[in-house]
């Protein structure tokens, strides 16, 4: 009990200093992260990197695709084809108002000529001779005249404005059109370099688990913890004296220290994992 006490009180001890794992903690029963890392040496610990180093591209990999440019104008082509769809459907519902408003007048228009024409051949014709039936005849004739007049204005300004709707559809058919035809091209783009991307990702994942399977279990779990709270980097290389994790340069001794002992070390700045190199 008292040994165990003394080991205790020296695992807290390198803790408090900033180092995770100490020679004497490295001396604990199998089955710890201690001893994991001991077992494995360096070796798991470069590989530990290079599984930094994989997760670090799938990282700006993933990025990339997220935030593609081309996809993004491809969304907003997109965007802009729904748009111009919309005022398509609504200009189309107005010139085809127009188209059925200008029917109307003009089937007006055309019984009213017919009406007009009959009745003129009845004034003309002698059948009439009742002085009182012939000015009512002409009277009707004069109003059958000016409601064709009038239709016949009212025609004329459908017409024109049947000609402007059929012209601002034109245009908007062929803007979307336009734009349709740059989605196309764009999309085939975006699938290419998309796909460009999928085969690199696919490539550092399946370096990345062989990497990662020659690394003890419960060293990994550290990483990855470390990982996700770490802005991505759970690992780093020591170079220089400095920690490429956070890029603090360690005090020299602290350095040396790390350098004689080897083994699992933490940044006493950022605590990722450091690997001596």
């Given at each position: 009990?008292?040994?165990?006490?003394?080991?205790?009180?020296?695992?807290?001890?390198?803790?408090?200093?900033?180092?995770?794992?100490?020679?004497?903690?490295?001396?604990?029963?199998?089955?710890?992260?201690?001893?994991?890392?001991?077992?494995?040496?360096?070796?798991?610990?470069?590989?530990?990197l290079d599984v930094q180093?994989?997760?670090?591209?799938?990282?700006?990999?993933?990025?990339?695709?997220?935030?593609?440019?081309?996809?993004?104008?491809?969304?907003?082509?997109?965007?802009?084809?729904?748009?111009?769809?919309?005022?398509?459907?609504?200009?189309?519902?107005?010139?085809?108002?127009?188209?059925?408003?200008?029917?109307?007048?003009?089937?007006?228009?055309?019984?009213?000529?017919?009406?007009?024409?009959?009745?003129?051949?009845?004034?003309?014709?002698?059948?009439?001779?009742?002085?009182?039936?012939?000015?009512?005849?002409?009277?009707?004739?004069?109003?059958?005249?000016?409601?064709?007049?009038?239709?016949?204005?009212?025609?004329?300004?459908?017409?024109?404005?049947?000609?402007?709707?059929?012209?601002?559809?034109?245009?908007?058919?062929?803007?979307?059109?336009?734009?349709?035809?740059?989605?196309?091209?764009l999309g085939r783009t975006?699938?290419?370099?998309?796909?460009?991307?999928?085969?690199?990702?696919?490539?550092?994942?399946?370096?990345?688990?062989?990497?990662?399977?020659?690394?003890?279990?419960?060293?990994?779990?550290?990483?990855?913890?470390?990982?996700?709270?770490?802005?991505?980097?759970?690992?780093?290389?020591?170079?220089?004296?400095?920690?490429?994790?956070?890029?603090?340069?360690?005090?020299?001794?602290?350095?040396?220290?790390?350098?004689?002992?080897?083994?699992?070390?933490?940044?006493?700045?950022?605590?990722?994992?450091?690997?001596?190199?």
């Amino acid at each position: 009990m008292y040994q165990m006490s003394v080991k205790t009180r020296a695992v807290e001890s390198m803790r408090g200093s900033g180092t995770l794992f100490s020679l004497p903690e490295r001396r604990m029963t199998a089955g710890t992260l201690g001893w994991m890392v001991k077992e494995a040496g360096s070796v798991a610990l470069q590989n530990l990197l290079d599984v930094q180093a994989h997760d670090s591209a799938i990282d700006r990999l993933d990025h990339r695709k997220a935030t593609l440019p081309e996809s993004q104008r491809l969304t907003e082509l997109n965007d802009n084809v729904a748009e111009l769809n919309a005022d398509i459907a609504i200009a189309t519902k107005n010139r085809d108002e127009l188209a059925r408003e200008q029917d109307r007048l003009e089937g007006e228009m055309g019984l009213a000529d017919q009406k007009i024409q009959r009745e003129e051949s009845r004034l003309f014709s002698g059948a009439v001779s009742n002085p009182r039936e012939l000015k009512a005849l002409q009277s009707e004739v004069a109003m059958l005249k000016r409601n064709r007049g009038a239709a016949e204005d009212g025609l004329l300004e459908i017409m024109v404005a049947k000609d402007t709707a059929d012209s601002t559809l034109s245009s908007l058919e062929a803007e979307r059109d336009g734009k349709l035809a740059r989605a196309e091209e764009l999309g085939r783009t975006v699938a290419s370099l998309l796909g460009a991307i999928d085969s690199e990702l696919e490539g550092h994942q399946g370096a990345r688990a062989q990497a990662a399977a020659t690394i003890p279990a419960d060293l990994l779990e550290l990483y990855e913890k470390l990982r996700s709270t770490k802005g991505g980097v759970g690992a780093a290389a020591l170079e220089g004296g400095t920690c490429q994790g956070c890029h603090t340069r360690l005090p020299s001794r602290e350095v040396e220290r790390m350098v004689n002992e080897g083994g699992l070390q933490r940044c006493e700045n950022c605590r990722r994992i450091l690997v001596v190199v």
